[in-house]
């Protein structure tokens, strides 16, 4: 089995989560698997190139593996976080939601310009999440060239559309549909 067929294997799909008609691509299961975590971490790893400073992690599963992945590359860790919960002075990047928008920051003096950072969720799905943290990361004068998720949807294009803005992208698993 390759590294993508076990991982697969241990996402699990709820139907209808949140809302009707979403398949919910749930990590937990996947966390809960000592080899599993293991694997997921270090084929991530062995992906990505050249040196990074810091790995952005989007709150909140993005948290999970932004430290794993730090500890295997030798970077730091920046939590990129929803509005209103970091202390210190921060900077913000609104992007679309289906209805309405949502709010990412981070804290102002996270990192001088240059560092390299890499950035990583649990999943890309229309890439609005991912990409408003590049465009976050890239305003505090952080250079983002890769990003590396456990599941890609390729239906929904996000992954295209981050690879548009010059990121590439780095995926274990693709999932159909929604
Ligand atoms: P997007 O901004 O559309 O790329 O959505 C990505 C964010 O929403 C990630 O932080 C995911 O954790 C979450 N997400 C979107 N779709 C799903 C799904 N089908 N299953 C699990 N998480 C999802």
Known sequence: MTAADQLRT?????????????QFRDITTLL??????????????AAISGPVDLVAGIEARGF???????????A???????DGKL????IAEDYA?????DRI?????????????????????TGGTARAAVRLIRKAGGVVTQAAFVIDLPELGGARALASDGIDVHALVDFEGH
Not at 97 to 101: A, C, K, R, S
């Open 76 to 82: 730091g860790v920046l939590l990129i976080r929803k």
């Open 105 to 125: 920051t981070m804290h102002a003096d996270a990192f001088t310009p240059g560092a390299r950072v890499l950035l990583v969720d649990d999943l890309i799905a």
């Open 97 to 101: 939601l289906e209805y309405g928008t």
């Open 87 to 90: 202390p210190g002075a921060t």
């Open 10 to 22: 241990l996402i699990r799909t709820i139907p209808n989560f949140p809302k009707p008609g979403i």
């Open 32 to 45: 809960l698997d000592p080899a599993g975590l293991r694997l997921a971490t270090e084929t991530m790893a």
């Open 64 to 74: 999970v593996f932004a430290p794993t992945l730090a500890l295997a590359l030798g």
